[in-house]
């Protein structure tokens, strides 16, 4: 029981040290409009919380190995209103996410448009990103 | 939903990508309209000055005329607080930690598609997520108190070009101070939601409440922390 309960706050503690110390921030301040990035990997944990959720997304490089990406996306109320739901996550699945590269962490991005293999895809913008079009690119329901 | 104001580049929905409720929005329609004019005027008072504009003392009185000048001892009874962090500071110090523990009290990580839910799960938890909330609760009222500065002596922008300098956060304070405390009003309000759900020990609606606490933070923090237009992006 005690190890059950030693192991919970190690994960615990892992997925709250993956978080940004700054809950707010400009934009421009820590992200770069600049730099788009695709991203396509497997999905391993998304974090499904105020005031900015979470995709964690591996990746592989040119040279074989896997990268870890975390990536901030929007709260969780506005994900559900672009269509976009916890179930819509799956086990194994893969994914691409536009995003902008941040400007100092090279594993850290801000999403934008997250697509799936069905071929639906999702705003996912947090509030005061770009005015890039990707809102309109969304397709969340099957064609 | 059209402005009240008024004003017409404020007005149209195009002014609003960000999407904020009713209660927000007027908020936002009035500083969108004053701020390029306290900017600007903030621009040319201090493109005047031959060095960078020092920061007003936190504890700095308001200027008396010398007839009505209290003694001290009548100044200190007329204000007894003691003023010693700027709004950065408290921000830092007391509002941000304090509402990342009432964000996070619930969330749920979807862990290679298996949902993982947190909630408090005992009064003690539930409990320190009240105090966060009523930290932030009162904190507020740190911030609406006249005579705090905005950062502290010397500092500038931590973020130059994207997040205004003190200075300009100060002249858009100053510009409108009832404003200013409407949005910390508004804060306390959102987070009061958040109280009751922590008392009827509700996940749920404190979950929901969290939401209408970050629309607020970021409303206000586009008027006065980095008001700037959205970062085009590069055509894809």
Same mark, same amino acid.
């Given at each position: 029981?005690?190890?059950?309960?030693?192991?919970?706050?190690?994960?615990?503690?892992?997925?709250?040290?993956?978080?940004?110390?700054?809950?707010?921030?400009?934009?421009?301040?820590?992200?770069?409009?600049?730099?788009?990035l695709t991203l396509t990997g497997v999905v391993?944990?998304?974090?499904?919380?105020?005031?900015?959720?979470?995709i964690?997304l591996d990746t592989k490089e040119k040279?074989?190995?896997v990268k870890?990406w975390?990536i901030?996306?929007?709260?969780?109320?506005?994900?559900?209103?672009?269509?976009?739901?916890?179930?819509?996550?799956?086990?194994?699945m893969t994914a691409t996410v536009k995003a902008?590269?941040?400007?100092?962490?090279?594993?850290?991005a801000?999403g934008?448009l997250l697509e799936l293999k069905?071929?639906? @895809?999702?705003?996912?913008?947090?509030?005061?990103?770009?005015?890039?079009?990707?809102?309109?690119?969304?397709?969340?329901?099957?064609? | 939903?059209?402005?009240?104001?008024?004003?017409?580049?404020?007005?149209?929905?195009?002014?609003?990508?960000?999407?904020?409720?009713?209660?927000?929005?007027?908020?936002?329609?009035?500083?969108?309209?004053?701020?390029?004019?306290?900017?600007?005027?903030?621009?040319?008072?201090?493109?005047?000055?031959?060095?960078?504009?020092?920061?007003?003392?936190?504890?700095?009185?308001?200027?008396?005329?010398?007839?009505?000048?209290?003694?001290?001892?009548?100044?200190?009874?007329?204000?007894?607080?003691?003023?010693?962090?700027?709004?950065?500071?408290?921000?830092?110090?007391?509002?941000?930690?304090?509402?990342? *523990?009432?964000?996070?009290? +619930?969330?749920? *990580?979807?862990?290679?598609?298996?949902?993982?839910?947190?909630?408090?799960?005992?009064?003690?938890?539930?409990?320190?997520?009240?105090? @966060?909330?009523?930290?932030?609760?009162?904190?507020?009222?740190?911030?609406?108190?006249?005579?705090?500065?905005?950062?502290?002596?010397?500092?500038?922008?931590?973020?130059?070009?994207?997040?205004?300098?003190?200075?300009?956060?100060?002249?858009?304070?100053?510009?409108?101070?009832?404003?200013?405390?409407?949005?910390?009003?508004?804060?306390?309000?959102? +987070?009061?939601?958040?109280?009751?759900?922590?008392?009827?020990?509700?996940?749920?609606?404190?979950?929901?409440?969290?939401?209408?606490?970050?629309?607020?933070?970021?409303?206000?923090?586009?008027?006065?922390?980095?008001?700037?237009?959205?970062?085009?992006?590069?055509?894809?």
């Open positions: 029981m005690k190890m059950k309960t030693f192991l919970g706050v190690l994960v615990l503690g892992a997925f709250g040290a993956a978080k940004p110390g700054f809950a707010h921030h400009a934009f421009a301040a820590e992200y770069d409009a600049t730099e788009p391993v944990t998304v974090d499904w919380s105020n005031p900015h959720s979470y964690h040279n074989g190995e870890h975390m901030e996306i929007a709260a969780p109320s506005q994900l559900l209103r672009h269509g976009l739901r916890k179930v819509d996550f799956t086990d194994g902008y590269q941040a400007k100092t962490d090279p594993t850290l801000n934008r069905d071929g639906r @895809s999702f705003y996912i913008g947090s509030v005061g990103g770009p005015n890039d079009g990707a809102e309109t690119q969304a397709h969340p329901f099957l064609q | 939903m059209k402005s009240t104001l008024g004003c017409a580049p404020c007005s149209s929905e195009l002014a609003h990508p960000r999407r904020y409720s009713a209660k927000v929005r007027p908020l936002v329609d009035i500083f969108r309209c004053v701020t390029p004019a306290v900017v600007f005027g903030a621009a040319c008072l201090f493109a005047g000055c031959s060095g960078p504009a020092p920061e007003p003392a936190a504890a700095q009185p308001a200027p008396q005329s010398a007839a009505s000048k209290p003694a001290p001892e009548q100044a200190a009874a007329a204000t007894p607080y003691q003023l010693v962090a700027s709004i950065r500071e408290v921000m830092n110090s007391v509002i941000d930690p304090n509402i990342d *523990v009432v964000w996070n009290a +619930v969330r749920t *990580v979807i862990d290679h598609g298996k949902s993982i839910e947190y909630a408090p799960a005992n009064d003690e938890e539930w409990a320190a997520a009240r105090r @966060s909330a009523v930290t932030v609760i009162e904190g507020a009222n740190l911030l609406m108190m006249p005579g705090r500065s905005v950062a502290p002596a010397g500092a500038g922008s931590l973020s130059p070009g994207v997040e205004l300098a003190p200075e300009e956060v100060r002249a858009l304070i100053d510009s409108n101070r009832a404003g200013w405390n409407q949005f910390a009003r508004s804060l306390q309000d959102r +987070v009061k939601v958040a109280l009751a759900a922590i008392d009827k020990k509700d996940k749920d609606a404190l979950f929901e409440a969290g939401d209408g606490i970050d629309e607020v933070c970021e409303a206000c923090h586009q008027v006065y922390w980095y008001p700037g237009p959205a970062a085009t992006g590069p055509k894809r």
